[in-house]
Nanobody, 120 residues
């Protein structure tokens, strides 16, 4: 019902930058959040950052000051600018779009993920 597609991953050197994009389509509620999560081999998926349709953000401590999230509500698109990349940032990055509707439980939709590899 809400296809989500990420793009922009790749291979980058330590200290480099990448910009990820996430586009959601279909039945997206006016109130929603878009989030970036990541999963490294052998580890659980973890929150990187979320941004609501109202612009409220929540960052993981490990990326504060290095990563910046933004969104274009008209395009249902979120961006993740990643700077000063470290080897520990290597992971598959997933985008999640969550519909928030009064009186209903949140409905989350995931993308397929995009690989980010930081060469050491």
């Amino acid at each position: 019902q809400v296809p989500v597609a990420e793009s922009g991953g790749g291979l980058v050197q330590i200290g480099g930058s990448l910009r990820l994009s996430c586009v959601a389509s279909g039945r997206i509620s006016i109130s929603n959040s878009m989030g970036w999560y990541r999963q490294a081999p052998g580890k659980e998926r973890e929150l990187v950052v979320e941004i609501t349709s109202g612009g409220v953000t929540k960052y993981a401590d490990s990326v504060k000051g290095r990563f910046t999230v933004s969104r274009d509500n008209a395009k249902n698109t979120a961006y993740l600018q990643m700077n000063s990349l470290k080897p520990e940032d290597t992971a598959v990055y997933y985008c999640r779009c969550t519909n928030i509707q009064l009186g209903r439980p949140p409905q989350a939709y995931w993308g397929q993920g995009t690989q980010v590899t930081v060469a050491s």
